[in-house]
């Protein structure tokens, strides 16, 4: 059902249009080298009258458009990086897939670790300070007092003297 | 008359909820057993009155009844019975009145088999159904009432949508469904825990089955969906990183998470109060997948600013539970006993650290899906967060839990040996030494960390079969002995097997579709030959034909390798005259685990026809992963431990010593 509503946009803006679909044979470059590059580019950047498709899936004729954009500019000499900050500069930063890690993307990109550093450091202290004088369910302490501590040293030594002879 | 009694049966249903979500509590309060009961007879007749007004909307779409707004905007006469049937649920209203009729479902399930719950507790829980229910009703009677007549009623209707005329949308959303309102279950046990202030490991008995169930659904669902997706939208993706698709997997990766955590809740009386908020973020999470994808808000914010009579009401569904619920966790958790303590080395700590990483996943999810919507409406400023933002993100966080998978079910209860259990993965961790070996000298040195990635999938295969030829000592006894312990293991054991070793083989998968996709793009004319990882396939010739709906363009192919034929594979193009749309239906061809994949483009002038062709090595694993996964839950589910009030099993006479241990 997820998927549905999903397509029924997508599907509504690109088959009623045109019933092309992602890269055309026409659009492939001759060099194999420069279109792979040109794919892997096209994997980055967002088919921008889409739901979330990027220009290598899309069949929608901006995605064309734009998969001829990259490589053309492939074509004239420019870097992976040169190619996408062309792209930036003419469409904004909407173009890219995996957005750039600046101020307002700071949450985005760091909840991952700063969730698992402060979830492992969560457990750690949540650990220790169990360990230290809680009880169970029945009201027992679940750690043991220095007396009882003593006491089992001195049982476990003397059950390990027991054996060694 | 039909539509009228099927909007009759919904009121009738609301009313039914009212009163279920009121009165067991009232009884619950007084101790009044009739009171508490009556949960029982509301849950059961609301099941039959939502079913009533289901039926009544499946016959109106199939007697074709275009007086009816709903079937007149999704329905043609001349669209087969199947569709008829399954568009029902393929448009906002229908798929509303599918979601209420499971949830009722489920409640009518606890009612009919929760003899053995404490009844104060089965009134709470069919309560809180109640609530739910309640909440949905009023949702579809107030702005999606799928009963609305027309003043003026057409002759013919709209026709559903082409790409939804499928087989795998048939079943897609019921069992996604099955998933996401099972986790309601789970959910009216965590809040009547919170209301009766008592929790104990009978609680979590009592809900691992329900989340087993809700689980296995969804695992089966999203699968079901990536692989419609794959073979229906036409350029072989199977993920797409798409929000709806996202929407579905936060409550998996959630819902994973608390099966894990109920499991050491039930053994070892521990992580309670985890465990219950588990159960409310992963029913959140599906109901914030609904809100996501019947609201609107994700084609636009503005879509959703301009009517955003639904999206409101839902987003009030969502604030009222979801806030509820955290709001009664808050002030009642703490006086929730902490159970039994263990060392960080233990199995308790392993399905910890499985708890760390899924849910850390899941918040990759959500505020990857998020973010984007969230800072357009704080600052205006759009966004984009895809595919390569996941991969670098959600990724990664595979790489430590699939490594910790084999160590946790081999790991004692309270404190293990992480050497000992090391050197029992030992053969395991061989296997995934010589696999990295192979596939790095096969593939010549090509990608350096796929045959990283495969290895670590063996491992995790590998460390699932070690697993069970430790509890049967298989090459330390006889074997007639250890096939009678294997006979003995619980049934979960072999669950927990098949299910870990399930995560492996969708790697496997998933690895070898990414990294070595071969493809051919070209434009190609009747007995031309393409070539693609050895296959040679011919183009025989181009047809047309008409369909029931559609017309059909079929291009027919000669599949060959070495100069032996092998299949025909016939890819399509359908368009639909009702909605001037069309299909691409793309042909699959199955060699083992591996596809060829064929769609095709627009024809030329000249009267040539754009191809695509695919080699997909072992992609078919992608999906027999989860499906070998969703088996496992089954066996688990089997296990006569989970089935609650099942006699306790005749101990057996010479029990080995490895068998006893509780196993998962």
């Known amino acids: 059902m997820k998927r549905i509503f999903a397509s029924l946009v997508v599907f509504a803006l690109i088959l009623g249009a045109s019933a092309a679909y992602a890269v055309q044979p026409d659009e492939v470059m001759a060099d194999p080298a420069k279109e792979l590059r040109a794919r892997d580019l096209s994997r980055e950047l967002r088919c921008m009258v889409c739901q979330n498709q990027s220009i290598d899936d899309s069949e929608a004729p901006l995605a064309r458009d734009l998969r001829l954009l990259v490589r053309e500019r492939i074509t004239a000499g420019d870097s992976d990086s040169q190619v996408m900050d062309f792209l930036v500069a003419r469409y904004g930063e909407f173009v890219l897939l995996k957005p750039r890690l600046e101020l307002r993307t700071l949450l985005l990109w760091l909840l991952t670790p700063l969730l698992l550093i402060g979830g492992g450091f969560a457990l750690w202290r949540h650990n220790r300070r169990r360990a230290v004088g809680e009880t169970s369910d029945d009201g027992t302490p679940l750690t043991l007092t220095a007396e009882e501590e003593a006491r089992l040293e001195r049982l476990l030594a003397s059950e390990g003297g027991a054996e060694k002879p | ?664």
């Not at chain 2, 026709?159 to 959303?173: E, R």
């Not at chain 2, 329900?210 to 699968?223: P, R, S, Y």
């Open chain 2, 1 to 664: 008359m039909i539509a009228e009694a099927g909007h009759y049966a919904l009121v009738l249903a609301l009313a039914l909820a009212l009163i279920q979500s009121t009165v067991p509590i009232v009884g619950a309060r007084l101790r009044d057993p009739a009171l508490m009961n009556v949960a029982r007879s509301t849950a059961l007749a609301q099941l039959l009155f939502v079913g009533l007004s289901f039926v009544a909307l499946v016959t109106l779409h199939v007697t074709s009844d275009f007086s009816v707004a709903n079937v007149f905007e999704n329905s043609h006469s001349m669209k087969p019975l199947l569709y008829k049937i399954t568009g029902v649920w393929g448009n906002h209203e229908g798929s509303m009145l599918l979601w209420v009729s499971i949830l009722a479902l489920f409640g009518g399930l606890v009612a009919a088999f929760g003899n053995n719950l404490p009844l104060s507790l089965r009134a709470h829980v069919l309560a809180v159904q109640g609530w739910i229910a309640a909440a949905f009703y009023l949702f579809i009677l107030i702005t999606s009432n799928p009963f609305l007549r027309i003043a003026n009623p057409p002759i013919e209707g709209r026709d559903l949508n082409p790409v939804l005329q499928d087989i795998g949308l048939a079943v897609h959303p019921p069992m996604l469904y099955l998933g996401y309102v099972g986790f309601s279950i789970s959910f009216s046990f965590a809040v009547a825990a919170l209301i009766e202030g008592r929790i104990d490991a009978a609680w979590a008995r009592w809900v691992r089955p329900w989340t087993l169930v809700a689980w296995i659904f969804l695992t089966l669902g999203i699968a079901m969906g990536s692989y419609w997706a794959y073979y229906e939208l036409g350029w072989g993706g199977w993920w797409f990183w798409d929000p709806v698709e996202n929407a579905s997997l936060m409550p998996w990766l959630a819902g994973t998470a608390l099966l894990h955590s109920a499991v050491v809740m039930e053994k070892r009386n521990a992580l309670k109060v985890w465990t219950i908020l588990l159960a409310i973020l992963t029913f959140s999470l599906s109901l914030l997948g609904t809100f996501l994808v019947r609201s609107g808000v994700l084609t636009s914010v503005h879509a959703f600013a301009t009517d955003p009579t639904r999206g409101v009401f839902i987003l009030l569904i969502l604030c009222l539970f979801i806030g509820g619920s955290l709001t009664l966790y808050m002030w009642r958790a703490s006086a929730l006993k902490q159970g039994g303590l263990f060392a960080p080395i233990s199995r308790e700590g392993a399905l910890v650290l499985n708890n760390l990483f899924l849910t850390t996943a899941c918040a990759t999810v959500f505020i990857g899906t998020l973010y984007p919507l969230a800072l357009e409406v704080l600052t205006g400023d759009k966004i984009s967060v895809g595919a390569p933002f996941f991969n670098l993100t959600f990724g990664p966080l595979f790489v430590p839990l699939l490594l910790a998978v084999p160590f946790g079910p081999l790991l004692a209860w309270k404190r293990g040996d992480l050497a000992g259990v090391a050197q029992r993965l030992m053969a395991a961790g061989i296997a995934a030494l010589v696999a990295i070996a192979m596939v790095w000298a096969w593939t010549s040195g090509g990608a350096a960390l796929a045959p990283l990635a495969i290895g670590l999938a063996v491992f995790v295969i590998a460390g699932a079969v070690v697993d069970l030829v430790e509890r049967t000592s298989l090459f330390r006894s006889p074997f007639a002995t250890a096939m009678r312990r294997a006979r003995g293991l619980p049934r979960s054991t072999w669950g927990t097997a098949f299910a870990h070793a399930g995560v492996g083989v969708a790697l496997i998968g998933i690895v070898c579709e990414t990294t070595w996709n071969s493809e051919y793009i070209g434009t190609m004319k009747p007995n031309d030959v393409a070539r693609l990882a050895g296959y040679q396939l011919k183009l025989d010739d181009i047809t047309q034909r008409q369909g029931p709906n559609f017309r059909e363009m079929l291009a027919q192919f000669t599949v060959s390798r070495d100069g032996d034929k092998i299949s025909v594979m016939t890819p399509s193009k359908r368009s639909f005259t009702t909605r001037g749309s069309s299909t691409t239906e793309a042909a699959l061809l199955s060699r083992g685990a591996s596809q060829l994949y064929i769609s095709l483009g627009d024809t030329a002038a000249d009267g040539g026809i754009a191809v695509r062709i695919y080699h997909k090595p072992l992609v078919l694993l992608i999906w027999f992963g989860p499906v070998l996964m969703a088996f496992g839950g089954l066996l688990s589910l089997s296990d006569r431990r989970l089935r609650v009030g099942a006699p306790k099993p005749a101990k057996i006479a010479s029990k080995p010593p490895r068998a006893l241990q509780p196993a998962e």
